[in-house]
């Protein structure tokens, strides 16, 4: 079983940078697949950014690509996501997940078994 705690998210003001964090508890961190993932209400939920089991491969969402950067630190068993240039349409509730899968750059949660509680991130005008 894989425990996941999200941290850093808060209120920004659009053009802001926020950096989000996620603390697992797992024996073998870096044999996850490891991807951050946003929800609003009433819409669903959108892949933002994944990375591969050593940091080395990532992949994002269209429409964050250029102003988000995910990385890990399997020594730390923390993943990170640093979100620059942030606008409104990035407010969400934004999730960490965990999965077991030969490939790892696909953003759908298919094969994520296991999520953190998430952190609010809200961007003002």
């Known amino acids: 079983q894989v425990r996941l705690m999200e941290s850093g998210g808060g209120s920004v003001h659009a053009g802001g940078s926020l950096t989000l964090s996620c603390e697992a508890s797992?024996?073998?961190?870096?044999?996850?697949?490891m991807g951050w993932f946003r929800q609003t209400p009433g819409k669903e939920r959108e892949g933002v950014a994944v990375?591969?089991?050593?940091?080395?491969?990532?992949g994002y969402a269209d429409s964050v690509k250029g102003r988000f950067t995910i990385s890990r630190d399997n020594a730390k068993k923390t993943l990170y996501l640093q979100m620059d240039s942030l606008k409104p349409e990035d407010t969400a509730m934004y999730y960490c997940?965990?999965?077991?899968?030969?490939?790892?750059?696909?953003?759908?949660?298919?094969?994520?078994?296991?999520w953190g509680q998430g952190t609010q991130v809200t961007v003002s005008s």
């Open positions: 797992a024996t073998t961190y870096s044999i996850y697949c």
């Open positions: 990375i591969s089991q050593i940091g080395v491969s990532t």
């Open positions: 997940a965990a999965a077991i899968r030969g490939y790892c750059l696909s953003l759908s949660s298919d094969g994520y078994n296991y």
